[in-house]
RNA sequence: GGGGGGAUUCCCGAGUGGCCAAAGGGAGCAGACUGUAAAUCUGUUGCGCAAUGCUUCGGAAGUUCGAAUCUUCCUCCCCCCA
């Protein structure tokens, strides 16, 4: 396939009969990578604890990247020196950067936001940083990922309709400013808002799409609404974003999301879950998630998952897991964030091989049934 | 032999008449975590379902309405001088 950014960089090579589930590639100019897909975070130019050669041996072919972290420290002009965000950390697949959208919600404290953008004061040294549109796509082609994301604002939850509404609004006209201000060659990926109301998201959904953007994203999820109020937002918007472009729903989420929203016609996650819950101790279990902390794993000496294959659970025992957590030893979270991020590629690779043989819904409930029989 | 200091709940360590089942830290136990200010954060930790309940501050005996806190004796530990 030739490759011409911004456009048609995403192939479908299956739907689903009995669901808006697809298969399908998106083409980069480091990887191609096969959709679904869950994309490993790596803020800060390094998923945590993982070594890019471990990454590649997991499978993954792209992750993601962090605009405002990676501006304050190393600083993206120091990125463009080291020849880009690839040669600087080495890693040879696909990156996306988030840009910063994210940071506008999580660093409520710390920001001011009006129609030109958002100031930003450093968690680092307090220090001012000014970030409009244009300055982030300036950013971002510096560091130079395979996608970039538009510059967002992702308002908290609960916000009024009043304010979401301008939020959205203030979405929307970034959007256009971004890709008027897009660096050449890259993907840029707009970004859909409008909160928990339904006449945003519709509206929101319509004129992102509208931009023509080479992929779209569902924003403004995962900030502590409940579960029912992400599944209303994800079936409003999935149906309105051209199904011929990717879809990509930002922060998403527990396995068992990632199984619905494929459901729903999603091909992109990223989450920070399994990398996070990795270093506090939780692991992903095919019969549910388990705190390797317990009294209870001390002296367990068989792998943490008995269906897991993964390099960590074909040699080492939960009981000496749970030693190295408790020595607080550095060894604990590289392993727990490997077998998490494996578990992750398991359920991925079961989603594509269902929606191939298009039986989708009965993985779903096969994954479920075990899953919550652990917990029960 | 003489002088001085000390012994507190699993550990370290505050507390010097009632507001003390006793600060704080550690360890333990449990929970949370969804575009990462996170190897973080929260709760809990004498017994008891609870009570104006019971047991606990090296041991014993006192003083007092009331003692971890005051007195006497005992045991053990540390420091200094011979």
Known sequence: MNIEYPQNIFEITATSK?????????????AVIDTPVFMPVGTQATV??????????????????N??????????????????LHKFMS??????????????????DLRRIDEAGVTFKSYIDGSSHEF???????????????????FDECPPYPSTHQYTKEATQRTH??????????PANRALFGIVQGGLYRDLREWSAEFISSLDFPGNAIGGVSVGEPKEEMHNIVEWTTPLLPAYKPRYLMGVGTPLDIIDFVIQGIDMFDCVLPTRLGRNGSLYTTYGR???????????????????????CRKYT????????????????????????YFYQRVIRRIRAAIASDSLLAYRAEFLSKYTAGEA
């Open 290 to 312: 388990i705190n390797i902390k317990n009294a209870k794993y001390a002296d367990d000496f068989t792998p943490v998952d008995p269906e897991c294959d993964c390099a960590v």
């Open 18 to 30: 009995e669901t808006s589930a697809r298969l399908g590639k998106v083409h980069t100019p480091h």
């Open 132 to 150: 409009s549109p244009e300055r982030v796509m300036e950013i971002e082609g510096a560091i130079g990922a395979d996608i970039i994301m538009a």
């Open 91 to 108: 890693w040879d697949g696909a990156i996306l950067t988030d840009s910063g959208g994210y940071q506008v919600f999580s660093l409520n």
């Open 48 to 65: 945590k604890a993982m070594t890019q050669e471990e990454l590649c041996e997991l499978g993954f072919k792209i992750i993601l990247g």
């Open 318 to 341: 939960s009981a000496y897991i749970r030693h190295l957590y408790k020595a607080d030893e550095i060894l604990a979270a590289r392993l727990a964030t490997y077998h998490n991020l």
């Open 173 to 182: 006209d970034w959007a256009v400013r971004c890709k008027a201000s897009a």
């Open 67 to 84: 605009t405002y972290h990676l501006y304050l420290r190393p600083g993206h002009e120091l990125i463009k020196r080291a020849d880009g």
